[in-house]
């Protein structure tokens, strides 16, 4: 699971262009939104795309479960381990 969550890390920081940010900067259990990076929902839906296009999944921004999932990289790299 670490190199799912490095892997989220990396693709975060390229997908937003968080230029300044390093894989360590970001602490897995921090909340990506409201608080912890401060991501917004432009963010949501890019990194949103980002993910489906590296692991062939679907999301549905209606499913209320979709923002659980991006709580945090270890809410994310839950949902693609389990997805995959």
Not at 2 to 10: F, G, H, P, T, W
Not at 60 to 80: G, N, Q
Request: aromatic share 6%.
């Amino acid at each position: 699971m670490s190199d799912l969550i490095r892997e989220l890390q990396v693709l975060v920081i390229t997908t937003l262009e968080l230029e300044d940010m390093k894989p360590e900067d970001i602490n897995a259990s921090d909340p990506l939104f409201q608080g912890g990076l401060g991501l917004d929902s432009i963010d949501a839906l890019e990194l949103g795309i980002a993910i489906q296009r590296k692991y062939g999944l679907k999301l549905d921004a209606e499913d209320p479960e979709t923002r659980d999932h991006f709580y945090s990289i270890d809410t994310l790299a839950k949902f693609v381990a389990a997805s995959a």
